[in-house]
C-alpha cells in the first residue's frame, strides 16, 4: 500500500494516487477507496480500511477544516507560511493581503472577484493598488473536490526536505500493508483463472469433446493420429509383398502418407498464385469462402496464399487425419483370424460400428487394394495417380458425410476431439480456445482445397461448369447449417472465437519490486539480460560477417541506412534499394566486390580458386563454397535472435522466416525508411475470419540494420556467383533466411534463441515465452502513448484519424476514398501506420539502449576509414608548413580588404581571428551576435593564406548567393562548387546537401592529400574533419555542453561576446475587454506613445 502514507504533523493520511487526504470518517473513506482508481471492494476494501485505522490518530473533516482556517490566521499573525504535506498536489495560486483575510484562489479572476465584492475595491482602484492587494504563493487543500475547496499557502518546498523525514508506518503496519497487497494480487490473479478456466470449460462442454473421449488414455489419443517416420520402404519379397510378409501396416500407411503429401501438393499448384497450373479466380475463391457471409466478418474470398511454413502445419494436420482414419474407423473393427492378417500393433482408441461407413470405406479399401495387388514398391507414391485419386475420393468422402444428430459417427469430428487433448503441460487437459482454432482453421482451409481440386478434376472436360459444380457442394456440405463435419466445425469456430477474445491468460508475469526482474512461468528475466544478450549475438555476428564473409575488407564503402535512399512504392520484379538510382554511387561494383577481393588475394585465391578436374582451367573450390556458406548460415542465425529481440514487439515465426529482400511476385519485406532499416510484414493469422489484413511494421537499431545492409550488398551477390557454378541458370532465393532447398522450417527462431541465450549465458527463451515477457515488458514499462505505438489493443490510431474523417468530409469524398485514393498514403502503408511504428520502435531501441550497447562494436565508417587512410599518408609526406602571422598582420590585411584604414577589430573578431591563424586551434566555435561581423573572422583568413583553400559550408541557396555577393564586394572570387567540379580556389562555397556527397568527399580529399585544404567554416551545423570554425548568434551559454555532445566536438575553443539587440525591445502587458478589441487599443495606445513610429518596425503575438 506504498500509495497511502501518515504524515503525524498535519494527522493526516495522504493517497499520493489522489493527491488528497483519506478521511477517517466511514462515509466518505469507504468513498474513496471504492472509486477510480483505487476500485476496492468486498475482503480487501474492508481489510485497507482497518489498515489506514491503525496508523495513528487522523483529523476529522470539520477539524481539517478549522485546521486551514488556523494555518491561513498563522500566516496574518506571525507572517509564517505553513509547512507543505508531503504527497499532495502543489499548485500556483494567489492569497489576499487585505487585513485580516485568509482569502486564498488559483484563479487570479476570482481575487479580482473577491476583491469588488468583498472588500469594495473597484477595478480602477484595483489598478492603482497593484502589489498590494495580493500575493503570489503555493496552494495546498486537504480535500479532493467540491462546490468550494478550502486551501492554505504553504512554503516554498527545501530541496532537503524529503518525506522520509516524515514519521513512517511501525514494521508491524508494513508487514500488513505487503501481506494485504498479495492478497489482493492473489484475489485478482484466482478471480481471473477461475473466469478463464470456466470459459474453457464450457467450450469443451459444447463441443462434447469430454463425453467423447472418457475412459481414454493421453498414449490412446496422441498415437491414434501420430504421423509414421519417413524412411525407405522395405523390398518386396517373393509374393510381392514386404519381407515376404502378407501383411505390413507401416509400410502401407508410409505409401499413404507420402502419396496423400504429393496430392496436397498438387492441390495447391491449381490455387498458387506463382503457378502455371492455377486454375482459381476471384469468382471461385468467393464461392468456397461463401460459408462466411452473415456468419462473422467479412467474405473476402478464399486466401490461397499460406507462407512455406504454415503450408507445412496444415497439410500436417490433414495428413494426421487421415492417418487416424486408417488406424481407428478402418482398422478398429477388424479382429485376427487363423492366418493373422491385419493384426493391430498398437492400441488405439475404441469406436463405435457406425463410423466406418460405406463412402470411405469403399475408397480405403480401394487404396488398400492397390497397395497389395500392385508392385507398389516399384511406383514411387508421388507418381502413382490412380493411389492419388483415390486419397481424393476418401477425402471427399470425409468432408461431405452426413451426421444427423450424431456428430462423432463422424472421422472428422472425431479426430477434432483427439487434437484437443494437449501434448504438454500434463495429462487431461485441453487446449486453449485460441490455439485450438488453429487446428480448426487448418482443417477448414486444407479441405477448401481438396474440394478445389475435385471440381476440377471432375469437370476437366468443361472448366466452365467448375463454379456451379463449386456452389452446390459448398452449399450442402460446406456451410455452418449443413448437418455435416464441416458444418459443425465452423459453428465451432465462431463459438471458439469469442470464447478466445474473452478469455484471460492462464499464465502471468509477476515483477521484482524494484522493477527488474520479471518471472514468467518459472524463468527469471532481468532487464540487462536483453542488454547482454544483444550485445553478445552481435558481437559474434559482426565478426562473421566482417571478418570471416567479407575478409576483413578496409576497401569496401559500408552500407549505412543514413545515406541510402529507398522507394517504397515500386513494386516491379527484382527491385530492392540497391537498384535505386540514388544510391548508384555507393552500389556501384558491390556485386563483385568481394570476387574481385578473392581475384586479388593470393592467400583468397588459395582458398577459393583450384584446378579444374579435367585440367582445363580453374575453378571455385566445392569444399570453400561449403565452408562460406556454413559461415553464412550461422551468421542469419544470429541475425535472426538480433531481430527477434530488437525491432519492438516479436513478430510470429511465420512471418519472420517469409522475409524477403528483394520483389518477387510480391512486393519485398526490408526496405529503408527515415534513415533505419524497415521490416514490412502483412499478414495475421485471423485475416480470414475478419477480412482484414494485418499490417507489421519493425524498426532495427541502426547498427543492426546497417550489418543486414552489408550483407544484402556484398554477401548474397557473392553467394549467387557460387550457386551459378553449380547451377549455371539458378537465381539466389528472395528469402533472407533460406539455404539449399528453401526457406527455414519453423521452430528456427526458437532453436536459435535457445542458442543464443546459452552462448550470453542468461535463462532460457522461446519464441512463446518471449512473446509473452515482451507484452508484459510494454504494459510495464511504457506509458499510455508508448502502448498506443505498440497498438496492444488493435484499436490504436482512431482517435489520430477522427480529425481526418471532418476533413474527408469537407472534401466530398467518403473517408476511405480521400485516404486512399489521394496523394498521402503510399501502397505499401499508411503514413500514420509508419509513424506510430517509428515511435514504437524508437521506444523499445531507447529503453534496452540499443544504440548505446552497440556503439563501438560497429563496422568503421567511411568517414574513419578515409581519416585513417590521410593518418597513413602523412606519415609519409612532408607536413607543409604554415606562415606565422600576427595580429597586426591581419588587420593590415582586413584594412585592405574591406578598403578602411581605420578599421578595428572588434574583441570577438579579434579573439576569433587569433585562435584561428595566430595560435590556431582544430575545432573552434565563434558565437557573435547578428551583425557582429562573424564572416569578416574567415574572410580575412581567407584573404591571407597562401595558396590553400577554405571551403565554407552554408544552409541554404539563399544564403549562398548573398555570400557570393559580399564576397566579390571585398574582392574575392569564391567558387560554387557543383558535382564533378575538380577547380580550386581560395574559397569554395558549397550547400549543405552537396557537402554529404561522395564526389564532394572526393574533392576534399583529394585537397587533403595535396596539403591544400587550410580550413572549413561551417554556418550553422555539420561536422567535417580538419579545422572547423562553428558560428551562431543564438546558441546560450546553458546549452554549450549539449551542443558539444551533439556535434561530437572535443575540447573546443569557445568565444563569446554580448548578443544583446540594443535596437529590438520586447514588452509584455495586459489589459481588460474582449480580446480582439483590448489587443487593437492597446497596441495602438502603446505604439503611439512609446515607439519611434517614423523608423521603429512592431510584432504582435496575442
Not at 468513498?31 to 482508481?37: I, M, Q, S, V, Y
Not at 561581423?933 to 539563399?958: Q, S
Request: hydrophobic share 35%; net charge neutral.
Amino acid at each position: 500500500m506504498s500509495e497511502f502514507t501518515y504524515d503525524a504533523n498535519h494527522l493526516v493520511v495522504v493517497c499520493r494516487a489522489c493527491s488528497s487526504c483519506v478521511s477517517p470518517t466511514t462515509r466518505w473513506g469507504q468513498r474513496h477507496l471504492r472509486e477510480f482508481p483505487h476500485n476496492l471492494r468486498g475482503a480487501v476494501h474492508k481489510a485497507t480500511t482497518e489498515l489506514l485505522d491503525g496508523y495513528g490518530r487522523r483529523r476529522s473533516l470539520d477539524e481539517l477544516k478549522e485546521e486551514v482556517r488556523r494555518l491561513n490566521l498563522q500566516r496574518i499573525d506571525s507572517g509564517q507560511l505553513a509547512q507543505p504535506v508531503q504527497g499532495l498536489t502543489r499548485h500556483d495560486g494567489f492569497y489576499c493581503l487585505r487585513p485580516q483575510c485568509i482569502y486564498c484562489t488559483r484563479n487570479l479572476a476570482n481575487m479580482k472577484e473577491h476583491l469588488r465584492v468583498e472588500h469594495r475595491l473597484k477595478a480602477a482602484q484595483q489598478k492603482t493598488m497593484h502589489g498590494q492587494l495580493w500575493k503570489e504563493c503555493e496552494l495546498q487543500t486537504y480535500f479532493k473536490g467540491g462546490n468550494r475547496i478550502n486551501y492554505f499557502a504553504v512554503a516554498p518546498l527545501s530541496n532537503t526536505q524529503d518525506i522520509t523525514q516524515l514519521p513512517q508506518a511501525t514494521t508491524t503496519q508494513q508487514d500488513q500493508e505487503r501481506q494485504l497487497k498479495e492478497d489482493m494480487l492473489f484475489e485478482k490473479i484466482s478471480k481471473d483463472v477461475e473466469e478463464a478456466t470456466k470459459d474453457q470449460e464450457e467450450a469443451a462442454k459444447r463441443t462434447g469433446f469430454p463425453s467423447h473421449l472418457t475412459g481414454l488414455k493421453d498414449e490412446e489419443i496422441y498415437s491414434s493420429y501420430q504421423l509414421p517416420k519417413v524412411q525407405p520402404l522395405r523390398k518386396a519379397g517373393n509374393d510381392g509383398r514386404s519381407d515376404g510378409r502378407k501383411y505390413d501396416p507401416e509400410s502401407y500407411l508410409t505409401h499413404i502418407v507420402r502419396a496423400a503429401e504429393s496430392l496436397l501438393r498438387d492441390v495447391y499448384r491449381l490455387c498458387s498464385d506463382n503457378s502455371k497450373e492455377r486454375k482459381m479466380t476471384q469468382q471461385r475463391a468467393n464461392i468456397l469462402n461463401s460459408f462466411y457471409a452473415g456468419a462473422s466478418g467479412q467474405s473476402d474470398g478464399f486466401r490461397s496464399f499460406k507462407n512455406p511454413s504454415t503450408l507445412t502445419k496444415y497439410f500436417a494436420t490433414f495428413k494426421q487425419l487421415l492417418v487416424y482414419y486408417y488406424n481407428v474407423p478402418y482398422n478398429m473393427g477388424d479382429k485376427d483370424d487363423d492366418d493373422g492378417e491385419r493384426s493391430v500393433r498398437h492400441h488405439f482408441t475404441s469406436t463405435q460400428p457406425d463410423q466406418v461407413l460405406p463412402h470411405e470405406r469403399r475408397a480405403m479399401d480401394k487404396i488398400m487394394a492397390i497397395l497389395e495387388d500392385r508392385a507398389m514398391f516399384h511406383i514411387p507414391p508421388e507418381e502413382n495417380h490412380e493411389l492419388k485419386g483415390w486419397i481424393r475420393k476418401l477425402y471427399m468422402a470425409l468432408i461431405c458425410q452426413m451426421v444427423g444428430s450424431m456428430p462423432f459417427r463422424s472421422a472428422v469430428l472425431s479426430f477434432c476431439a483427439m487434437i484437443s487433448r494437449r501434448k504438454s503441460g500434463g495429462s487431461g487437459l485441453w487446449e486453449e480456445a485460441g490455439n485450438y482454432n488453429s487446428h480448426l482453421s487448418a482443417l477448414t482451409w486444407t479441405a477448401q482445397l481438396i474440394i478445389f481440386d475435385y471440381a476440377c478434376h471432375q469437370n476437366q472436360d468443361d472448366e466452365d461448369r467448375i463454379p456451379a459444380f463449386l456452389t452446390d457442394v459448398c452449399s450442402k456440405t460446406f456451410q455452418q447449417l449443413a448437418e455435416t463435419p464441416f458444418g459443425h466445425i465452423l459453428q465451432w469456430r465462431l463459438y471458439l472465437f469469442k470464447v478466445s477474445k474473452a478469455a484471460i491468460a492462464m499464465h502471468q508475469a509477476r515483477w521484482s519490486v524494484d522493477g527488474q526482474n520479471m518471472t514468467f512461468r518459472g524463468v527469471e528475466l532481468r532487464m540487462s539480460h536483453i542488454e547482454q544478450l544483444v550485445a553478445s549475438e552481435f558481437r559474434q555476428a559482426h565478426s562473421l560477417l566482417y571478418d570471416k564473409l567479407m575478409f576483413k575488407s578496409n576497401e569496401l564503402v559500408p552500407m549505412q541506412s543514413w545515406r541510402l535512399r529507398d522507394d517504397l512504392d515500386t513494386e516491379d520484379a527484382g527491385v530492392s534499394w540497391l537498384t535505386n538510382k540514388g544510391n548508384t554511387e555507393l552500389v556501384q561494383s558491390a556485386d563483385i566486390a568481394l570476387l574481385g577481393m578473392i581475384q586479388g588475394s593470393a592467400e583468397l585465391r588459395r582458398m577459393f580458386i583450384i584446378e579444374a578436374k579435367d585440367g582445363d582451367g580453374m575453378m571455385l573450390s566445392v569444399k570453400a563454397i561449403a565452408v562460406y556458406e556454413g559461415y553464412v548460415q550461422q551468421f542469419l542465425k544470429q541475425l535472426l535472435v538480433l531481430c527477434h529481440i530488437t525491432a519492438g514487439q516479436p513478430l510470429r515465426e511465420p512471418e519472420l522466416l517469409s522475409i524477403t529482400w528483394c520483389n518477387t511476385a510480391r512486393m519485398r519485406h526490408v526496405y529503408i525508411w527515415e534513415k533505419l532499416v524497415l521490416i514490412y510484414t502483412q499478414y495475421h493469422k485471423g485475416q480470414q475470419q475478419s477480412g482484414l489484413y494485418k499490417d507489421n511494421v519493425r524498426f532495427l537499431p541502426r547498427a543492426i540494420g546497417d550489418m543486414l545492409l552489408d550483407y544484402i550488398a556484398y554477401v548474397i551477390p557473392l553467394q549467387q556467383i557460387f550457386l551459378r557454378q553449380q547451377q549455371p541458370k539458378a537465381l539466389i532465393s528472395p528469402y533472407l533466411w533460406a539455404k539449399t532447398g528453401g526457406v527455414w522450417s519453423d521452430g528456427a527462431v526458437t532453436a536459435c534463441l535457445r542458442r543464443a541465450c546459452a552462448r550470453a549465458d542468461i535463462p532460457s527463451l522461446h519464441t512463446a515465452n518471449w512473446c509473452q515477457m515482451s507484452m508484459s515488458i510494454c504494459k510495464e514499462k511504457f506509458g499510455g502513448g508508448d502502448r498506443a505505438s505498440f497498438d496492444l489493443e488493435g484499436d490504436a490510431g482512431d482517435d489520430e484519424e477522427s480529425e481526418l474523417m471532418a476533413m474527408a468530409e469537407q472534401s466530398n469524398h467518403s473517408y476511405r476514398t480521400f485516404n486512399q485514393a489521394y496523394a498521402g498514403s503510399s501502397t505499401l502503408t499508411m503514413n500514420v501506420l509508419l509513424h506510430r511504428a517509428y515511435k514504437a520502435s524508437s521506444s523499445w531501441h531507447s529503453f534496452f539502449r540499443f544504440d548505446r550497447i552497440l556503439d563501438g562494436k560497429r563496422p568503421r565508417g567511411m568517414s574513419e576509414v578515409l581519416s585513417l587512410r590521410v593518418m597513413d599518408a602523412a606519415k609519409h609526406s612532408q607536413a607543409r608548413p604554415r606562415k606565422a602571422y600576427s595580429e597586426s598582420d591581419l588587420l593590415d590585411a582586413a584594412r585592405k580588404l574591406y578598403s578602411a584604414p581605420d578599421l578595428q577589430f572588434r574583441a570577438g573578431q579579434r579573439r576569433g581571428l587569433v585562435a584561428m591563424m595566430v595560435k590556431p586551434v582544430e575545432q573552434l566555435v565563434l558565437i557573435l551576435g547578428t551583425g557582429s561581423g562573424k564572416t569578416l573572422v574567415f574572410l580575412v583568413g581567407t584573404a591571407v593564406a597562401e595558396d590553400r583553400t577554405t571551403i565554407l559550408v552554408i544552409p541554404a541557396v539563399a544564403l549562398r548567393g548573398d555570400m557570393v555577393s559580399r564576397c566579390r564586394e571585398v574582392g574575392i572570387q569564391p567558387l560554387v562548387w557543383t558535382i564533378g567540379c575538380k577547380q580550386k580556389a581560395s574559397l569554395v562555397i558549397v550547400s549543405a546537401e552537396a557537402a554529404c556527397t561522395e564526389g564532394f568527399m572526393d574533392y576534399v580529399r583529394t585537397l587533403q592529400f595535396q596539403q591544400e585544404l587550410d580550413r572549413i567554416v561551417i554556418d550553422e551545423a555539420h561536422l567535417i574533419r580538419t579545422q572547423t570554425i562553428w558560428l551562431t548568434a543564438t546558441l546560450p551559454p546553458a546549452m554549450e555542453e549539449e551542443f558539444v555532445q551533439l556535434n561530437k566536438l572535443v575540447r573546443p575553443a569557445i568565444i563569446r561576446e554580448s548578443t544583446n539587440r540594443p535596437n529590438i525591445q520586447y514588452l509584455v502587458d495586459t489589459a481588460e475587454g474582449d480580446i480582439f478589441d483590448r489587443a487593437a487599443t492597446h497596441v495602438i495606445d502603446s505604439w503611439s506613445k512609446g515607439l519611434d513610429r517614423s523608423n521603429g518596425k512592431v510584432i504582435i503575438y496575442c
